[in-house]
């Protein structure tokens, strides 16, 4: 069972900056996908980050320019750096990874980013 667990996510204020990791149990080479999601209160969970296995990586379109997703590989890690925060950016931020194109995929149990002066 693969384990994935966030941390990095706190109190920020607007305009600031933080990083959130997320630890994976296995090898993060092996996952097709890993991504980062994220949900606001009363919202559905959206997609924020993804990259590929071979390193490719995409973006909601209101996030790009602001968050940046990277990996390291020896320390089987996933980040997201995240800039110039609004309150807006506020939710729990998840880490994903699929195995496959198929499945199975697995989630963390999220980290709380709170946007607010």
């Known amino acids: 069972q693969v384990q994935l667990v966030e941390s990095g996510g706190g109190l920020v204020q607007p305009g600031g900056s933080l990083r959130l990791s997320c630890a994976a149990s296995?090898?993060?080479?092996?996952?097709?996908?890993m991504r980062w999601y994220r949900q606001a209160p009363g919202n559905q969970r959206e997609l924020v980050a993804v990259i590929t296995r071979g390193g490719s990586t995409n973006y909601s379109d209101s996030l790009k320019g602001r968050f940046t997703i990277s990996r390291d590989i020896p320390k089987n890690t996933l980040y997201l750096q995240m800039n110039s925060l609004r309150p807006d950016d506020t939710a729990v931020y998840y880490c994903?990874?699929?195995?496959?194109?198929?499945?199975?995929?697995?989630w963390g149990q999220g980290t709380q980013v709170t946007v607010s002066s």
């Open positions: 994903n990874a699929l195995l496959s194109s198929t499945g199975p995929d697995y």
């Open positions: 296995e090898r993060i080479f092996s996952f097709y996908v």
